[in-house]
């Protein structure tokens, strides 16, 4: 799935750069503005063109993740989901949330927030995972290291699936396992996993996911997804309300408090619908229609392919074992920025992060993309 008519990026890039800012999937763009162009052609009626939005946005989203469209809203970015989230929880004060010590920030201060209700937020220390940490550098955690932080007062599991650093996965269903068993609720920012490595919260038991939607999932900047499951939903407070959120839908005068109990209550008012026809478009095309385990394996089988050419002894790839592993490679070197610089200058784009360089090739990246890679980076 490599045809520069996709993915017009490849023209004049080696993007390897999808743990940041993904390139647009350029159909997913074309979809998305046949909407304003026909609203801008026929207004209002432009909407009966284009079905259920965005409902069949949920419905492409619920199949991603193996669950029904009612677990899904439509959001602008993984923070809203989850400062929705958090900020709903029915928290009392000395209530616990665990969270990691190295989080992205959509994914620490929506908890730190919290603290205003009473509500102490324990973060687990980092822990050494690969002989290159060094100091200061984000390795990840063992669920041992969760286990020791848990009390009677812990209701809530804060944690990415993917460290967007060290590119280290945790164990989603082994956590879930251990939430299940102690009554805590797991909630996971998958914007470094959904639409790249698969993500089952029912099998798992996880109470809620937040994601990005312009990284993995290749849709529009200003996107994002929420799942949550039902007897989750039901205990979150509403702290967002508009005129989309009731039950009574365009009978604007009628303000009796009416709200839908599936995942439109956390969309509460009027959406970004473009960008709704684009990311279901993207999920559709690059993630349902070839299977998300294989996108998955495509892009291990690229990383391997890079980790066999390369040579040179000053740069160390960190590897986690299959159950760890993700769709961010992350290289140790000791100059991390001019690195990347390098290989911008030879068409490659990579970013650091925390003092790694990320290598994250997707689905429409080559063998050949990887090797040339790998091959600057011999003769750097
Ligand atoms: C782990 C993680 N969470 C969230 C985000 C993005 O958050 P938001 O969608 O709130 O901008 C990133 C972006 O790099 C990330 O790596």
Known sequence: ????????????????????????????????????????????????????????LREAAAELLQTSSENMSF????????????????????????????????????YVLQKNRGVVLKLIPDRKMHEGQRDGMPGGFVLEDIEALITDRTRMIGLSHVQFTSGFACDVQELGELCADRGIDLVIDGAQSMGCLPLYPEKWNVSAIAASGWKWMMGPVGTGLLYTSPQFRKKIHQTMAGADLMKQ?????????????????????TVPVSLAIALEKCIRDVHLSNGIEKVRDHNWKLQDAFLQKLSNPSIQPVRFENKNRSGILSLIYSEPEKLCAHLKQNGIIVTHRGGYCRIAPHIYNTVEDVERAAEVLNNL
């Open 249 to 269: 839908g365009q009978d604007y005068l009628n303000h009796s408090w009416q709200p839908y109990e599936d995942g439109r209550r956390f969309e509460y008012s």
């Open 1 to 56: 799935m490599h045809s520069s008519e996709q993915f017009p990026i490849r023209k004049n890039w080696t993007y390897l750069n999808n743990s940041g800012i993904a390139p647009m999937y350029a159909p997913g763009w074309e979809a998305g503005s046949a909407f304003e162009q026909a609203r801008a052609e026929k207004g209002q009626m432009a909407f009966a063109d284009f079905g259920s939005v965005p409902g069949s």
């Open 75 to 110: 959001m602008k970015n993984t923070a809203e989901g989850l400062s929705t989230i958090a900020g709903g929880y029915p928290f009392e004060p000395g209530d616990e949330i665990i969270s990691y010590v190295h989080e992205y920030p959509s994914n620490h201060y929506p």
